[in-house]
C-alpha cells in the first residue's frame, strides 16, 4: 500500500536543540498533516497544512508544505522531555476516496 | 469528557476465536474510522464510515467486520483470529479533511 517515506527514522538529541524531520511521497497530496504519538496513546494532530507553500506554526513547531505538494517538513525548536514521542507526516487527498496516508514515523528522544 | 472512546485497552486471545472492540465518539463527527498499527509502528487505514454508511474498505479479510448502529459509534468485530492479526486497533473519527481525532487503541495480542 501507499506510504509515506519519513527521515530521519528516530533522533536522539539534547534538550534544548531545535529538530527537523521530512516527508516525502512520490504522489501529490492536497493536505499535509503532521501528528504525534506518545507511547500507549492514540496519534493526536500538531499541525495542518491546505496550500502548496504554506508555513504555519503552533507554538514551537513549524511545519511547511512542499511547493510541489510531494513533500513536508516539521521543526521544532528548543525541544524539552515532553517532546518525546513518534512524529507522523500524513497526507490527504490524492486519490479518488478520500483518506489519510501516514509515514513511517520519526522516534525521538530527548535528553534532558 | 473523552472524545474518542476505545474499549477493551487491552484483549488477549487464542486462535480461532471471535473478537470485537467498540468505539465510540462524543464530538458530533460524521466520520469514523479504524487503523491498524502494526509491531513496526506502521498506521494503515482498514475502514471509514460516513453517517453510518462504509466509504472506504481498504481490501482488509472479510474476517474482519465493521458496524456502525449510530454516528457516534464504529464497532469492529473479528472472526477467526490469527496471529497476524496482534496489532494495535485505533479507532478515528474527523469532521474536516483529514483533521482526525484518535481513540486509545485497542492492543490485541493473539496467542
Known amino acids: 500500500g501507499q506510504q509515506l517515506n519519513q527521515s530521519p527514522q528516530s533522533m536522539f538529541i539534547q534538550e534544548g536543540e531545535d529538530v527537523s524531520m521530512n516527508c516525502t511521497s512520490s504522489s501529490i497530496f492536497n493536505t499535509w498533516l503532521w501528528y504525534k504519538q506518545d507511547p500507549g496513546e492514540g496519534p493526536v494532530l500538531l499541525i495542518a497544512l491546505y496550500k502548496a507553500g504554506e508555513l504555519t506554526s503552533n507554538g514551537r513547531l513549524t511545519a511547511q508544505f512542499g511547493i510541489t505538494r510531494k513533500d513536508s517538513f516539521l521543526n521544532i525548536s528548543a525541544s524539552i522531555p515532553s517532546d518525546v514521542g513518534i512524529y507522523f507526516c500524513?497526507?490527504?487527498?490524492?486519490?479518488?476516496?478520500?483518506?489519510?496516508?501516514f509515514g513511517t514515523g520519526t522516534r525521538l528522544l530527548v535528553s534532558p | 469528557d473523552t472524545a474518542v472512546s476505545q474499549t477493551p485497552k487491552y484483549l488477549v486471545t487464542q486462535m480461532g476465536n471471535d473478537k470485537s472492540i467498540k468505539c465510540e465518539q462524543n464530538?458530533?463527527?460524521?466520520?469514523m474510522y479504524w487503523y491498524k498499527q502494526d509491531s513496526k509502528k506502521f498506521l494503515k487505514i482498514m475502514f471509514s464510515y460516513n453517517n453510518k454508511e462504509l466509504i472506504i474498505n481498504e481490501t482488509v479479510p472479510n474476517r474482519f467486520s465493521p458496524k456502525s448502529p449510530d454516528k457516534a459509534h464504529l464497532n469492529l468485530h473479528i472472526n477467526s483470529l490469527e496471529l497476524g492479526d496482534s496489532a494495535v486497533y485505533f479507532c478515528?473519527?474527523?469532521?474536516?479533511?483529514?483533521?482526525?481525532?484518535f481513540g486509545p487503541g485497542t492492543r490485541l495480542t493473539v496467542l
Open positions: 464530538l458530533g463527527h460524521d466520520t
Open positions: 478515528a473519527s474527523s469532521h474536516a479533511p483529514g483533521e482526525q481525532f
Open positions: 500524513a497526507g490527504w487527498g490524492n486519490t479518488g476516496f478520500q483518506k489519510l496516508v
